[in-house]
């Protein structure tokens, strides 16, 4: 590990400081949360797991042309980030029914969302990270209408190429989480990480509603065989990585 100043430790990554200010060193631990921290576990290999695949994703994205905090991956559990100030949003996109929003609605897991839904949470634990409406998003000034009008843009061009690169992959991108980051230049730039801990993502190999996921639904649920999900993710991200890498 480093012997830089520890900045922030979440419940899934450390955020240290560098001797750049410009540059920030995210510790990708294997402590796992769910239902707000009220289940705490370990996954052994997540930290290394997930932040080969979030490095991974980042790279495929800036290949696309979105704006990544990403620098380089300087060992297993290691990325380096651009320092950015975090917009205390948790912008959730959706594909497919599941979790909260089949909870919340009646809607049956499984059902096709076309178009993706998005949604806006407001990041913050003590209050349980709630979903808002715009009018309170724009009430707390959490960011702003133009803001909000690019993050839109920008989640919806993200779930374009990650449910195309999953695809490749034989796997369901059902739903995932984002967070964003405004740098120096009032850029936003895509920030935190895309992982099996923040996307719901199914085997398209599998049926069973249990023996398909290949998320953190396996740790919330005691599905079983969590570790060897998050190293299969791996395993296909990097087969599919490599081969965008041959075509181009
Ligand atoms: N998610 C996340 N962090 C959160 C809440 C949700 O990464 O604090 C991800 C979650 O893994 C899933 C998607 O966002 O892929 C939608 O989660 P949902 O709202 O259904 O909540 P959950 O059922 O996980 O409580």
Known sequence: MTSHPKLYEGKAKILYATDDPA???TYFKDDA???????????????AA??????????QLELKGIPTHFIDQPSPNEMRVKAVKIVPLEVVIRNIAAGSLCKQTGLALG??????????????DELGDPLLTRDRLFLM???TPEQ???LQIMALKINEILTEFFQNCGITLVDF?????V???QQILLADEISPDTCRLWNQAETDPTRRVMDKDRFRHDLGEVETAYQQVLERVLASSDKVGEIQ
């Open 111 to 124: 059902t096709v969302i076309q178009p993706p839904l998005i949604e806006f949470y407001y990041k913050n």
């Open 50 to 59: 997930n932040c080969a695949i979030a490095s991974h994703l980042f790279q």
């Open 23 to 25: 540059v920030l060193l």
């Open 177 to 181: 989480k984002l967070e964003f980051g």
């Open 148 to 150: 909000v009008a690019q």
């Open 183 to 185: 740098d120096q230049n």
């Open 33 to 47: 949360t769910a239902f707000n921290a009220q289940k705490r576990g370990s996954i052994q290999g997540k930290g």
């Open 141 to 143: 000034k959490l960011a």
